[in-house]
């Protein structure tokens, strides 16, 4: 990197960690750490949401998300924006009128403590993990980059975000995301940019978009009903509408966003902006992913986006076979390069029949190019059974590493460290927050100062970060970590969304009713995912639904018996 880079990058991190030490210079008592004084207003408020998932993993993942599969994922998201308009009319002012710091305060005043504990315990459980993965993901960068040891890495940026979280409370979170989604917003539209600048002469976005069509990527709507597609309308409208109402309105890293509006119109204004929003920044960041796959149809792209794993095939006895396959698939693209010209001839003059067969053409080449990474992947595995044998978190930093010029590729890194600073910070203020309201203070030390919790929060923040780190160490493992992320979240989110709808909406049943169908409804789920009977957005509905059908049942049959 130049050092225009390395100031851009610096310069904005340095900033980040300075505002967020000096927006805590006022945080005293538990409240003003945990709650910021609720004194925010809509705008920072929903911001400061859309921070919170906007992580680094967005930005790495995402992009690779629809090179790899299209623009498919976008209906993962459809449900968002009536889970908002519910939230709001339902969840936001029972919370203010319990004036609660975190959402399970309330499940201990609707059932008992056991069932506070457990829907805290399995909160904390999710949330840690996928902390963990938002740390990984901008180590990416620095072992990419820098040619760092990922361990090394983690354990920096961990470092980092530890420092800024443990210095800043819930307000200095939320005003500092501000800035942060205006860098990521700037530098994702300059990065979109770019790449229809960088196209070839007379290749336009709107050729771009076409030859995306023609080769599967803008895959935006699937209608069909398939048990076995991940991504379909129902899929995203049921599975992803109970997912975002369980984020919402149960995940502490985001009620407690919320809970600082100074009313409860600044925390409905919030919640409906991120509804509005959302949904069109993800459809945003997945086409600049589309746009990186059409711009290497007329450049070549290695056959495995992780270089450094590449290099190290090298230095082994299968580097030999890596080249063969390498060379074959440059053989390939530029076979591949005139077939898409073609098509783009095609499709300027309006020759649909001719386009559509240089799309098949084209998509035979792909399909064979397909094979030859894949080819390439198992000799790395087979070169090093302990590498990281998948590359498409790797794709978008490639383009940015490789093609931006000066000054940006320090923008684009700034924007991955912002959104990963932005995104860990909530996380780790949202676990310490839940560990010292749930469980410390209400079950271990009931009587202490404000200063004692005040201090609490910040230990068990370097704490979380500590295990966050260390999960992070694993996180190589998965295949892609958006969809890593939202596994995680479906797991745990069905069951404790079942609870807080049994608390808000069935008020005849009690707490060992909806204790004990939580327990089995979380160890159906898990079973389904380790037998992989079914997609897992529809988790989120199953674990739901099963809490709600065993809590009822499990009443009637005791009023029955009574």
Known sequence: MSILDWTVLLGTLFFIVAYGIWKTRGSKNIESYLKGNNDMKWWTIGLSIMATQASAITFLSTPGQAFSDGMRFVQFYFGLPLAMVVLSITVIPLYYRLKVYTAYEYLESRFDLKTRTLAAFLFLVQRGLAAGITIYAPAIILSTVLGMDLFMANLLIGFLVILYTVSGGTKAVSQTQKHQMVVIMLGMIVAFGMIIYLLPSGVGFSDALHVAGKMGKMNVIDFSFDWENRYNIWTGLLGGFFLAMSYFGTDQSQVQRYLSGRSITESRLGLLFNGLMKVPLQFFILLVG??????????????????????????????????????????????????????????????QPLADQKAMEVNAIEEKSSELRQEAKDIISKANPNAEARDADYVFITFVMDYLPKGLVGLLLAVIF?????????????????????????????????????????????????????????????????????????????TILG?????????????????????FAEAVVLCLYYFDVMPYLWFNVVGCFLVLIFSYGQQTWKNLVA
């Not at 839940?434 to 203070?441: A, Q, S």
């Open 290 to 351: 589309a746009m990186v796959f059409v711009f290497y149809q007329f450049y070549q792209p290695p056959v495995f986006f992780n270089k450094a794993e590449s290099a190290k095939v090298y230095e082994t006895e299968y580097a030999n076979e890596f080249k063969a396959v390498e060379q074959e698939f440059e053989t390939l693209f530029v076979k591949k390069e005139a077939e898409v010209k073609s098509l783009v001839v095609a499709i300027q003059q309006n020759n």
């Open 418 to 494: 912002s959104a990963a600073m932005s995104s860990t910070s909530s996380e780790l203020n949202a676990l310490a927050s839940t560990t010292v309201i749930d469980l410390y203070k209400r079950s271990f030390r009931k009587e202490a100062s404000e200063k004692h919790y005040l201090n609490a929060s910040r230990w068990f923040t370097v704490g979380w970060g500590v295990l966050a780190i260390m999960f992070a160490t694993f996180a190589s493992m998965v295949d892609n970590l958006i969809q890593a992320v939202n596994i995680l979240g479906s797991l745990f989110y069905g």
């Open 499 to 519: 609870i807080f709808i049994v608390a808000f909406y069935f008020k005849k049943i009690g707490s060992n009713a909806v204790f004990w169908s939580a327990l």
